[in-house]
């Protein structure tokens, strides 16, 4: 479905990405993920021959990308731009009818977009009447109301509210279920998680981790316990077969050092406080991702991961 190789592209002086190669084979749902300033809206707009890459090439379809393919990709951009003053309804018809559907299969779908979104009643107000996260929903909706067989989303959960995230999660898993393309750009490594088959990590503009999703956690879960613990951390972090505690609230990921019993630190946090949730072998894409950063020599922005 796509193929990256080996592209570069710089600015002023700074590589914005780095000699990334990845491939995206057809179906499901692909994480291209990083914190702020890693890459991937550069990346993204070199797919979509926005920008040209200075090095390397794209391929999607096993072609490059063509006016004709184009027609087959829906692409939500990070930076989201409407015609404030047109209805919605109108808004979401003329943008289809530049995708090439007629006007009648244009009204058809959008109607039914709205009403799937619980936005029916707001077809015919301007979009500038719409809240930012209903302005969120429509551009969603120009992005697929053509039927893409590839749909590239660029942090399309920002600035929706719990209850329309979750609107467009089941959305897009729908659309894996029907057998599209969906790539999904994201620092949100938790949304990641409950969506994505495949990653791929970057930072700084360079590619840190690829893989199915499922496959990187069995990896990298070796020797790791997740602790809902209400109690004072700090006496965990100096029992003896505790190497690392990353710190979410009161959930806990705990790296024990090698040949540690799980089992013993759960009896001594069960001593010292409260144990509300314990599980052996599941590590956080976030904690991965750190790890992964940290091996190669990297920096990060804690704030950003």
Known sequence: ML???????????????????????????????????????????MIM?????????????????????????????????MYRKMKVLDHLVFLGEIKGIDRSTAVMRANEWLDRVELGDWRDKEVEALSKGMQQKIQFISTVLHDPQLVILDEPFSGLDPINTQILKDIIITMKNEGRTVILSTHLMDQV??????????????????GKLSELKLKFSKNVVSMRFSGDKKILEGYPDVEKISEFGNDLSI????????????????????????????ISLHDIFIIKVKEKGGELDEEDV
Do not use: M, W
């Open 3 to 45: 193929s990256i190789k080996n592209v570069t592209k710089r600015y002023d002086g700074h590589t914005a990405v780095d000699d990334l190669s990845l491939v995206v084979e057809p179906g499901g749902i692909y994480g291209l993920l990083g914190p702020n300033g890693a890459g991937k809206t550069t990346t993204i707009r």
């Open 49 to 81: 021959n926005i920008i040209q890459p200075d090095e390397g090439s794209i391929d999607i379809f096993d072609a490059p990308l063509s006016e004709k393919t184009k027609e087959k990709i829906g692409y939500l951009p990070e930076e989201r731009g």
């Open 255 to 282: 790296n024990l050092k090698d040949g540690a019993d799980p089992n013993r630190i759960l009896s001594f946090a069960i001593e010292k406080g409260q144990v509300e949730r314990y599980e052996i072998g599941e």
């Open 193 to 210: 998680e409950k969506l994505c088959e495949r990653i791929c990590l970057i930072n700084k503009g360079r590619k840190v981790l690829e």
